[in-house]
């Protein structure tokens, strides 16, 4: 090709002004050089079997794999130039390559150091010798033979475990305690029971597919319980509920005996959170010749379960353990989120030096959520009031980003950490559900979806390229 041959020419010129400039000069660079030389080429010597382990790994015709010189069964593999220090591969996977018109004949990959079949940095990151290119790849392993005649092709499949530390946005700030002498004070709101920081764990795996450029992943995350507690006492049984319990009964008890005129009001919170996700993948190097930037597409499905859970508690005693629970009644409310739909999303890797990358991966769907709650009213010693189940259906928006830096440790192990940040819109929340009149139970079922949730937090873990 007229381009490669331009490169090459001024490839030459540009090595032959660096020898007669000396060793000791520094030469023109627009990336900074590693601070040593990559190893010469093997050449061949009676100990060419002591340094069979160290040999320069080649790039074959294994669809972007740096392969060892031979593979069984299959002929050696032609040798090229590259270095030990730059064949590392990024969090995301190996650099793709594939057969197409802008194939570099063999004459003019030799004079730039690449295998023939190079197509420049796009699927060839070789090209102008960066080593931030090289960070692309994996070091290739001989393929597996299995039973009945299957091959398994080691370096298509990658995994990664992660740990997750996150929490939620302050709950809607809805009174549910007033001082029985004054009904303009607010003692207690379900704002104060937020939740906590809560530990998780993520689970992804996937495998490249032909030329690399295109593959499938699997993702599984989970938080909770997230927890928070709020509470009010009085000693002189002054606490009182906005909360209308005319004709309310709990058990042969008005709700009236638990909830005004007591000695304590609590609150307590507990959500749990779980997605999964399959995303289909397209991915692409860019850059002229330093190769820094990689970008991946996604398109797939995605579940997201929300559990979201309060419980309001009053007693008219010192403890809501007095008498075996018959002096303690409690609102139970309980409402759950499951989103199901389709996203998009993409991610950007920028590779400030070959070991170490920044990246950013947003994500956007649109999602069916089908709502159901439950609320029920009862004493600690299980006399019943009321208990309401009911069902609605939504449409939901879920919108995500993953900032981070990923550091290469060995040529197949990566650690990671993260900052997750995500958005649903049209939830049901228990604050919002929690009636005005206790005996409009028919009112209950309409359940509310106007909802918003924000959870962030961080994540650190390791991604394995196998």
């Given at each position: 090709?007229?381009?490669?041959?331009?490169?090459?020419?001024?490839?030459?010129?540009?090595?032959?002004?660096?020898?007669?400039?000396?060793?000791?000069?520094?030469?023109p660079?627009?990336l900074?050089?590693?601070?040593?030389?990559?190893?010469?080429?093997?050449?061949?010597?009676?100990?060419?079997?002591?340094?069979?382990?160290?040999?320069?790994?080649?790039?074959?015709?294994?669809d972007?794999?740096?392969?060892?010189?031979?593979?069984?069964?299959?002929?050696?593999?032609?040798?090229?130039?590259?270095?030990?220090?730059?064949?590392?591969?990024?969090?995301a996977?190996?650099?793709?390559?594939?057969?197409?018109?802008?194939?570099?004949?063999?004459?003019?990959?030799?004079c730039?150091?690449?295998?023939?079949?190079?197509?420049?940095?796009?699927?060839?990151?070789?090209l102008?010798?960066?080593?931030?290119?090289?960070?692309?790849?994996t070091?290739?392993?001989?393929?597996?033979?299995?039973p009945?005649?299957?091959?398994l092709?080691?370096g298509?499949w990658?995994?990664?475990?992660?740990?997750?530390?996150?929490?939620?946005?302050?709950?809607?700030?809805?009174s549910?305690?007033?001082?029985?002498?004054?009904?303009?004070?607010?003692?207690l709101?379900?704002?104060?029971?937020?939740?906590?920081?809560?530990?998780?764990?993520?689970?992804?795996?996937?495998?490249?597919?032909?030329?690399?450029?295109?593959?499938?992943?699997?993702?599984?995350?989970?938080?909770?319980?997230?927890t928070?507690?709020?509470?009010?006492?009085?000693?002189?049984?002054?606490?009182?509920?906005?909360?209308?319990?005319g004709?309310?009964?709990?058990?042969?008890q008005?709700?009236t005996?638990?909830?005004?005129?007591?000695?304590?009001h609590?609150?307590w919170?507990?959500?749990?959170f779980?997605n999964?996700?399959?995303?289909?993948?397209?991915?692409?190097?860019?850059?002229?010749?330093?190769?820094?930037?990689?970008?991946?597409?996604?398109?797939?499905?995605?579940?997201?379960?929300?559990?979201?859970?309060?419980?309001?508690?009053?007693?008219?005693?010192?403890?809501?353990?007095?008498?075996?629970?018959?002096?303690?009644?409690?609102?139970n409310?309980?409402?759950?989120?499951?989103?199901?739909?389709?996203?998009?999303?993409?991610?950007?890797?920028?590779?400030?030096?070959?070991?170490?990358r920044?990246?950013a991966?947003?994500?956007?769907?649109?999602?069916?959520?089908?709502?159901?709650?439950?609320?029920?009213?009862?004493?600690?010693?299980g006399a019943?009031g009321?208990?309401?189940?009911?069902?609605?259906?939504?449409v939901?928006?879920l919108?995500?980003?993953?900032?981070?830096?990923?550091?290469?440790?060995?040529?197949?192990?990566?650690?990671?950490?993260?900052?997750?940040?995500?958005?649903?819109?049209?939830?049901?929340?228990t604050?919002?559900?929690?009636p005005?009149?206790?005996?409009?139970?028919?009112?209950?079922?309409?359940?509310?979806?106007?909802?918003?949730?924000?959870?962030?937090?961080?994540?650190?873990?390791?991604?394995?390229?196998?």
């Amino acid at each position: 090709m007229r381009t490669a041959s331009v490169f090459c020419a001024a490839w030459l010129l540009w090595a032959v002004a660096a020898h007669a400039q000396g060793s000791g000069a520094e030469t023109p660079s627009l990336l900074p050089l590693p601070a040593f030389a990559p190893p010469p080429l093997p050449r061949p010597s009676a100990g060419a079997t002591a340094l069979e382990a160290r040999t320069p790994l080649a790039r074959g015709q294994r669809d972007g794999y740096y392969a060892p010189s031979s593979w069984p069964g299959e002929g050696p593999l032609p040798s090229v130039a590259s270095s030990y220090a730059w064949d590392e591969p990024t969090e995301a996977m190996p650099a793709s390559s594939k057969d197409g018109a802008d194939v570099l004949p063999a004459q003019n990959a030799a004079c730039c150091g690449m295998p023939a079949g190079c197509q420049g940095c796009r699927t060839c990151p070789l090209l102008g010798g960066s080593p931030f290119a090289q960070a692309l790849n994996t070091a290739g392993m001989a393929p597996l033979n299995l039973p009945y005649g299957l091959r398994l092709q080691p370096g298509y499949w990658f995994g990664s475990l992660a740990g997750l530390v996150m929490t939620r946005d302050a709950p809607n700030a809805l009174s549910t305690t007033y001082n029985s002498s004054n009904v303009n004070t607010n003692l207690l709101d379900t704002g104060r029971a937020r939740d906590n920081w809560a530990g998780g764990g993520q689970v992804m795996f996937g495998r490249w597919f032909g030329p690399q450029a295109y593959g499938f992943q699997f993702i599984y995350w989970g938080l909770g319980p997230m927890t928070g507690t709020a509470s009010v006492v009085d000693p002189n049984y002054q606490l009182s509920t906005p909360f209308n319990l005319g004709n309310v009964n709990v058990g042969q008890q008005s709700a009236t005996f638990y909830f005004d005129n007591a000695h304590t009001h609590a609150l307590w919170r507990s959500d749990s959170f779980n997605n999964f996700e399959w995303n289909a993948m397209r991915r692409a190097a860019f850059g002229p010749s330093a190769c820094r930037l990689m970008w991946t597409g996604y398109a797939g499905l995605r579940y997201f379960r929300f559990q979201d859970g309060l419980i309001f508690g009053g007693v008219n005693s010192t403890n809501f353990s007095d008498g075996g629970g018959a002096y303690a009644a409690y609102l139970n409310t309980n409402v759950t989120n499951n989103l199901a739909g389709i996203q998009l999303g993409s991610r950007i890797d920028y590779f400030v030096v070959p070991r170490v990358r920044l990246y950013a991966q947003p994500m956007v769907g649109l999602f069916g959520n089908e709502v159901s709650m439950r609320e029920h009213l009862y004493s600690g010693d299980g006399a019943q009031g009321f208990d309401v189940l009911a069902r609605r259906s939504t449409v939901s928006t879920l919108a995500q980003i993953d900032v981070g830096a990923g550091y290469q440790v060995t040529p197949r192990f990566s650690a990671f950490a993260a900052y997750r940040l995500m958005g649903v819109t049209r939830v049901g929340l228990t604050d919002n559900q929690i009636p005005a009149f206790w005996a409009d139970q028919q009112g209950m079922q309409n359940i509310k979806t106007n909802g918003d949730l924000i959870l962030h937090g961080v994540m650190v873990g390791g991604m394995w390229n196998f």
